[in-house]
């Protein structure tokens, strides 16, 4: 018998859905850190070379990076109980498949399949929780809760890397997925109920292929280019065509009524400034934190389970700092608090530039912090920014290009920063050099851009005749309309 609209929205019902959507956000997390800790042990058994270990990573943040936004069309538009648990399947599916790869070809493929679930997933999973709490205030409550409890996937991660590669290796990382994934599909079959909004934009298929396909390209040219040569064919190729890829998605883009990535959005300066900034965000964090543990392990001489513990600072500071950066945001600018966050993160990473074999743990673990209290910072006043730029009825999709900023900022960070410690290795430099290097690349980039929204991220200029933007509130990262797109974090 169906459910009543009362039952529907009982208080029970909620909880049990604000678990479910908890969990599965955890999950999605959980592997954003949790592969770092386990990239020494794959290399070792999967007889790989760096630009192996950078697919792992980059194939599944790619995929997550350019369906994000299409996974939150499709949650409204098909059913989001319904790409919510697809997401779940396939994402638990993939992970056993990950875990069975005889070869680091074989993982590769299964993290494609891992992002595809995750696109899904987590942008559904904020979509149900938006339908389900149709009064703002309460909202903004469990979505404040969703982030949390969710986020405490990210410090988790190396730990739980770690802990399981140490005792049963690289494999188990992607096994522990399975229960959650099982749990999730039994409990979100039987109690969470489907809703969609009839009045959602028709799929982007154009635009969402030319995007993965620009971006796949240079990325292949960027982790292959140290292997092949710089000058290879194949590498110039790669660039060039993605530069043909590009102007083509953008053609596209611009005709459409409906495209995925609306481009009259980067009209406005502070939209513009703020996801900019945020490529460059993505772009240190993950490409910096690709090589914590390799540090540990390699330069050092770390156990992989101590390697994990050793990079819990970092995800430990973003947890704790996380929290309070939307309000000191709403309190003193966008600008101040996003400016500060920057060039803490890039002092932080400049500091882990200059550390080596035998600077002891008590003379790392607080540049480490450092770095993660200035990403911090940085990333939700970001997303608010963004947010406030655009109409409301528009906030759920600033959000989620955002979101999308930061995950193509991870893609060529891994990229970019492991060309740059090959082609130093090429050149007869020691890794312990090469990482140097990258951290103090990373560093540099992100101080620049300390420098550049110091003096370009300002407020928002009302178009004429329409409304002034709206007051940033410590909500603005979180707060979206229950009828309008959604994605993930």
């Keep these: 018998m169906a459910a009543s609209p009362a039952t529907v929205g009982s208080r029970p019902n909620r909880a049990v859905l604000l678990a479910v959507t908890c969990l599965g956000q955890f ?184 995007s993965v396909l620009t971006v796949g390209v240079l990325t292949y040219g960027l982790i292959e280019g140290g292997a092949r040569g710089w000058t290879s064919p194949v590498i110039l190729g790669s660039f060039a065509a993605s530069v ?39 772009f240190a964090l993950m490409g910096s934190s690709f090589f914590f543990s390799q540090f540990f392990v390699y330069v050092q001489g770390s156990s992989i389970l101590r390697a994990g513990l050793q990079t819990l600072p970092l995800s430990l500071a973003m947890v704790i700092v996380s929290p309070y950066a939307g309000r000191l945001a709403a309190r003193y600018g966008f600008r101040i608090v996003v400016t500060t966050g920057l060039a803490l993160a890039g002092l ?44 409301p009825q528009e906030g759920g999709l600033a959000s989620g290009v955002s979101t999308t900023a930061r995950q193509i900022g991870a893609v060529f960070g891994v990229a970019v920063l492991g060309a740059i410690v090959r082609s130093r290795q090429s050149s007869g430099a020691t890794f312990e050099t090469g990482l140097n290097n990258a951290f103090l690349t990373a560093g540099i980039v992100t101080l620049a851009t300390a420098v550049f929204t110091g003096l370009r991220l300002a407020k928002p200029k009302p178009a004429e005749g329409s409304a002034a933007p709206r007051r940033s509130t410590d909500t603005d990262a979180v707060t979206t309309s229950h009828d309008a797109p959604v994605t993930g974090r």
């Design 244 to 282: 043909i890829l590009l102007a083509a998605f953008i053609a596209v883009e611009a005709r459409r009524t409906a495209p995925m990535l609306p481009l009259r959005l980067f009209k406005q300066r502070l939209f513009t400034v703020s996801n900019t900034a945020m490529v460059v965000v993505g």
């Design 27 to 210: 999950m999605v997390l959980l592997d954003n850190t949790i592969v770092g800790a386990a990239l020494p042990d794959m290399q070792h058994r999967l007889h790989t070379e760096l630009t192996g270990l950078q697919w792992i990573v980059d194939a599944y943040v790619l995929l997550v990076a350019m369906l994000l936004l299409s996974g939150g069309v499709f949650a409204d538009r098909f059913g989001r109980k319904r790409v919510y648990l697809t997401g779940v399947a396939v994402f638990t599916a993939a992970s056993l498949f990950c875990a069975l790869a005889p070869s680091a070809g074989w993982l590769i493929t299964g993290r494609v399949l891992q992002g595809i679930g995750a696109a899904a997933l987590a942008p559904a999973s904020l979509a149900l929780l938006a339908a389900a709490y149709p009064v703002p205030q309460e909202r903004v409550k469990a979505i404040g809760l969703w982030a949390g409890l969710s986020g405490i996937g990210l410090a988790a991660g190396p730990v739980a890397g770690g802990v399981l590669t140490q005792a049963f290796g690289w494999p188990a990382i992607f096994l522990v997925n399975l229960p959650i994934g099982v749990v999730l599909l039994l409990v979100g079959l039987r109690h969470l109920t489907e809703s969609r909004n009839p009045n959602a934009p028709a799929i982007d298929i154009p635009g969402t292929a030319l």
């Design 348 to 391: 932080g990473l400049l500091a882990l530039g200059t550390v080596h074999a035998d600077t002891g743990y008590g003379n790392v673990w607080w540049r480490l912090a450092v770095a993660g209290t200035g990403f911090a910072l940085a990333m939700s006043p970001l997303t608010g920014a963004a947010i406030q730029a655009v109409s």
